[in-house]
C-alpha cells in the first residue's frame, strides 16, 4: 500500500507522541495518555526527593508508597482505626507492656515474585532503623530489637512500654520490601518500589511521570483501574490548566486557595468530582522563648490574643482552612481548644498584656516574623493580610517586621535560634494527640532554663518546662485511657499558658476529579487511595 506525504508525516507525528508519552518528555505540559485504556492520569505539583521507604519522609512521597508498598497495619477506610494489614490480628503484648508479637499473611508475593514472611518483614523494619533515614527515629527510639519465632510470627521487643506503638508500625515507610532487591547494609534506592501493595512501579522520570501498573499477583482485593500515571508539573497554574483541558484525570496537591474555589464553583455545571476531607496538617507559629521580647510571656499572650484565624481563614483561604486553638487538631480525640481564652483579634487584651510587660505606644515591643513564600500556598499574602489585622486591633504598641526566607534555608537555621517567630506546618506521622505534643515541647537538655537539646530546640523554641517532660514522659506509657486524657489536657493547659507556639488552623486536603472518573476519595488520614478510582 503506498501512502502520500501527508500521510506519512501524520504517522510520524503520532509516533514522536507516543514516544513523548512513553518517555515523559515534557515537564510542564500533561503527558497525554488517554489512549492506555483503563488507565488514571493523576497530575501534581509535588516533587519526590526519594521513594525508599527507610528515607522518605514528605506528603506526597508517602501517598505513592501508601499505594505500592503495605505495613503491618493500617487504617480503616473512613477513619483513624488501625486494623491489621500484612498482620493477621492485633499484636499480643506482654504484662510488662515490652513485647509484641505479631501473627503475619501467608500467600503474599512481593512485586518480584518472591514471598512475603516474618523474615522479610524483620529485614525490612531493620534496614528502616539501621540505615538512619530521615524518618528512622520513629523506630530507632523505641525498638530494642526484632526477631521472627517462626515464618509466620514476628516479636518485637522495646526499650520502654509505649503504647503507641502499633501506630508506628502503620507509618507509610515501614512496610515489607523484597530482601532480595533492598540492602540495609549499603545504601538507599530512591528510584525503586518493590513491595506487595496492589500496584507496582513500572517506571519512573524524576520531575516527569511515574508510572505503576496494577500488580497481578496482588493478594487483596484488585484495584478498580489497570494503573496509574502520576504526572509531574512545575507550577499550579499548569495543574490547573491541565485539569481543565482533560490532559489529567485527577488533579492532587497542590492547588491555590483561589484555584480551589474556582474548581468548586465550576463543578457541578461541569460534572467534577471534588474530593476533600478535614487534613491532619496543623499551621502553627513558633515563638524563640530566649529572644527579647519574646523572653517574656505576657508579649507571647499579647501575640496570641492578636491574632484573627477566622478573618484570614475568610479572607485568605476561602474557607478551606479551620481555626484551631490547640497544638492537637480538631478530629483527634484530645483535642483541648486552651487558646480560645485569648480570643481572635482581640485587641483589647493584647493592650493590656503588653503595657503589664513594660510596653506603651512610644517604646513598642518589636518582634520580626519569618515566613516561606510558600507558606499555606501564598506566604506573602497570609502575612500580609495577618500584620494589616495586628495593626489595627493593637496599634503601635506592637510592631511586627516581615522577612522571608525559603523553607530549605530556614530548616538550616530555626535550631540556632536565627528567627525570633516562624511560621511552619506540621505533618503528623501518627493520629494521636502525642504526636502534637512530644514533638514541639520535650527538651532533652536545658541551660538557664533554655533547651539545648531536644524538639523545642529543633522546632526553634527553645522552650524548656520541666513539668512537661514529665507529664509527656508519663502519657506515652499510660495504658489507662481516662488517666492518659487527663495528662494530655495538662499538657495543653501549660502550652496555653506558657505560649511556646501558636497553633492557628488546621487544612483541608482536596482532590478533584474529571466527569467520568469514580472513585475519588481522601481518608481522614490525608491520603488518597488509588486502588478506588474508575475511569467510566
Not at 19 to 41: H, M, P, T
Not at 148 to 157: A, H, R
Not at 337 to 353: H, S, T
Not at 389 to 405: F, M, P, R, T
Request: proline share 6%.
Amino acid at each position: 500500500m503506498k501512502y502520500s506525504i501527508s500521510r506519512l508525516v501524520s504517522v510520524l507525528l503520532i509516533g514522536m507522541m507516543l514516544v513523548g508519552i512513553l518517555f515523559g518528555c515534557a515537564r510542564d505540559s500533561a503527558v497525554n495518555l488517554k489512549s492506555l485504556a483503563g488507565r488514571i492520569i493523576i497530575g501534581t505539583t509535588s516533587s519526590i526527593r526519594t521513594l525508599d521507604p527507610a528515607d522518605a519522609y514528605e506528603v506526597f512521597a508517602g501517598n505513592v508508597l501508601y499505594n505500592t508498598i503495605e505495613r503491618l497495619y493500617t487504617y480503616k477506610p473512613g477513619s483513624i482505626e488501625l486494623v491489621p494489614q500484612l498482620a493477621t490480628a492485633m499484636p499480643k503484648i506482654s504484662e510488662d507492656g515490652l513485647t509484641y508479637t505479631i501473627p503475619v499473611r501467608t500467600g503474599v508475593k512481593f512485586h518480584d515474585r518472591t514471598d512475603f514472611n516474618a523474615l522479610a518483614m524483620s529485614y525490612s523494619l531493620l534496614r528502616f532503623i539501621k540505615l538512619g533515614g530521615a524518618p528512622s527515629s520513629l523506630l530507632a527510639d523505641v525498638v530494642e530489637s526484632i526477631k521472627t519465632n517462626s515464618l509466620t510470627e514476628l516479636e518485637i521487643k522495646l526499650k520502654r512500654p509505649y503504647p503507641l506503638f502499633p501506630s508506628l508500625l502503620a507509618f507509610t515507610g515501614a512496610g515489607a520490601i523484597s530482601p532480595q532487591v533492598y540492602d540495609h547494609e549499603k545504601s538507599f534506592l530512591p528510584n525503586k518500589i518493590v513491595g506487595t501493595g496492589p500496584y507496582q512501579l513500572t517506571q519512573y522520570l524524576e520531575r516527569s511521570i511515574l508510572r505503576l501498573d496494577a500488580f497481578p499477583d496482588y493478594w487483596g482485593e484488585k484495584p478498580a483501574n489497570r494503573g496509574i500515571d502520576i504526572q509531574f508539573l512545575s507550577s499550579n497554574a499548569n495543574l490547573l490548566n491541565a485539569f481543565k483541558t482533560g490532559a489529567v484525570d485527577v488533579a492532587y496537591q497542590t492547588l491555590s486557595p483561589n484555584q480551589i474555589h474556582n474548581l468548586e464553583v465550576n463543578a457541578k455545571k461541569n460534572n467534577w468530582t471534588v474530593a476533600s476531607n478535614q487534613g491532619m496538617v496543623i499551621l502553627y507559629m513558633v515563638l524563640n522563648v530566649q529572644q527579647p521580647p519574646l523572653d517574656n510571656v505576657k508579649v507571647r499572650q499579647a501575640i496570641a490574643a492578636a491574632i484573627d484565624r477566622p478573618l484570614l481563614q475568610s479572607r485568605v483561604f476561602q474557607g478551606q482552612r479551620e481555626p484551631v486553638y490547640s497544638l492537637v487538631p480538631k478530629s483527634i480525640l484530645g483535642y483541648k481548644p486552651v487558646f480560645q481564652l485569648y480570643g481572635d483579634g482581640n485587641g483589647k487584651l493584647a493592650r493590656q498584656l503588653l503595657t503589664e510587660a513594660g510596653y506603651s505606644d512610644r517604646k513598642p515591643a518589636q518582634v520580626t516574623l519569618w515566613y516561606s513564600p510558600t507558606y499555606a500556598g501564598n506566604g506573602d499574602l497570609v502575612v500580609s493580610t495577618l500584620k494589616a489585622s495586628i495593626d489595627k486591633s493593637v496599634g503601635k504598641i506592637l510592631q511586627i517586621k516581615l522577612e522571608k526566607v525559603s523553607t530549605s534555608t530556614a530548616y538550616a537555621y530555626l535550631d540556632k535560634g536565627a528567627y525570633p517567630m516562624f511560621l511552619l506546618d506540621w505533618t503528623p506521622d501518627i493520629f494521636d494527640p502525642d504526636n502534637f505534643l512530644q514533638p514541639f515541647l520535650t527538651c532533652d537538655q536545658a541551660k538557664n532554663n533554655i533547651c539545648t537539646k531536644g524538639s523545642s530546640q529543633y522546632q526553634g523554641s527553645f522552650y524548656n518546662n520541666p513539668e512537661i517532660n514529665t507529664l509527656i514522659a508519663k502519657q506515652r506509657q499510660e495504658i489507662d485511657p481516662a488517666k492518659r486524657l487527663t495528662q494530655i489536657n495538662q499538657i495543653q493547659d501549660i502550652l496555653g499558658r506558657d505560649v511556646p507556639f501558636i497553633p492557628l488552623w488546621q487544612n483541608k486536603e482536596y482532590a478533584f476529579a474529571r466527569s467520568g472518573i469514580t472513585g475519588v476519595k481522601i481518608e481522614p488520614t490525608q491520603q488518597l487511595p488509588y486502588w478506588t478510582i474508575r475511569k467510566l
